[in-house]
């Protein structure tokens, strides 16, 4: 069974929504689904419900009466609110211009979805990004010869030297520095870095990352690939741990 028909557990999700009948519509379909949601309508509202309960996904709204949600999801990404950095976000907003989501990617969300949206196609966003939550902390626990070598067998880490990538709390440390990755991003470095120059397809990342097999995402990967070969360009250095394999795919070197 592949990840993408593996079922995850019931999540917890919040909800930033000041458009009240939009918010019922998600928060019934999210409910359908088992899921248990909180309901808030504003950035402030959002810090305090970040600040005293974990989540497993936010689903935000740009357009908000006190703000931009995207200030939101970089205060989350940079430590700034509560104690889940890496929590995935989706972006869920009525601003469709190129510009606005790359803006929104940049800033650290996970996924970008514009009103008026389908439903069927949120609810499959909604299932993927919990799944490749859930389903990387599995396969952290995975063992393989090509990486035992470099693995901290107590914790799973993933250690190259400069380069430490901690899958039990979604850590990355870079020449001391952590390095502050979305959900997204670090499960697309964990799963290329457990088997260095192993080349994968944009087909077989979509599949093992994103639990889908749309080649219209392909897009995605390369963004995605691009902002982490970003963050992880230390010292305006040459990039040296993603490389692209030019017709093929991407591959990991230490």
């Known amino acids: 069974m592949t990840l993408a028909e593996k079922q995850v557990p019931a999540a917890m999700i919040l909800i930033v929504e ?3 009948d939009l918010a019922d519509l998600i928060n019934m379909h999210l409910s359908f689904q088992g899921h248990n949601v909180v309901r808030v309508t504003s950035l402030q509202q959002a810090r ?4 005293n309960q974990s989540f497993e996904l936010l689903v935000l709204d740009r357009g908000l009466e006190d703000g931009d949600g995207l200030s939101l999801c970089q205060a989350i990404r940079h430590h700034q609110i509560g104690s889940q950095p890496w929590l995935p976000v989706l972006v869920l907003t009525a601003r469709d211009a190129e510009k606005d989501k790359v803006e ?3 800033s650290g969300a996970d996924d970008y979805l514009t009103k008026p949206f389908s439903v069927l196609e949120f609810q499959a966003r909604v299932r993927a990004m ?10 952290a626990n ?3 010869p090509t990486t035992q070598k470099h693995n901290d067998n107590r914790s799973h880490v993933l250690n190259f030297g400069d380069l430490i990538i901690n ?3 979604h850590k990355v440390e870079l020449k001391q520095d952590d390095i502050s990755l979305t959900a997204t991003e670090f499960t697309l470095l964990h799963f290329l870095a457990k088997k260095p120059g192993r080349v994968y397809s944009k087909d077989e990342l979509l599949e093992a990352v994103w639990q889908t097999h749309f080649s219209g995402y392909h897009h995605t990967v390369c963004s995605t690939i691009n902002r ?3 963050k992880l360009n230390a010292s305006n250095e040459e990039h040296k ?3 692209t394999v030019w017709g093929v795919g991407y591959k990991f070197e230490a």
């Open 48 to 51: 305090q419900a970040l600040t």
């Open 104 to 106: 929104g990617l940049e």
């Open 241 to 243: 741990y993603i490389h």
């Open 18 to 20: 000041d458009d009240n």
């Open 167 to 169: 899958p039990t709390t």
């Open 130 to 139: 919990l799944r490749r939550q859930h389903f990387s902390k599995e396969a």
């Open 142 to 144: 995975d063992t393989d």
């Open 228 to 230: 982490l070969r970003t």
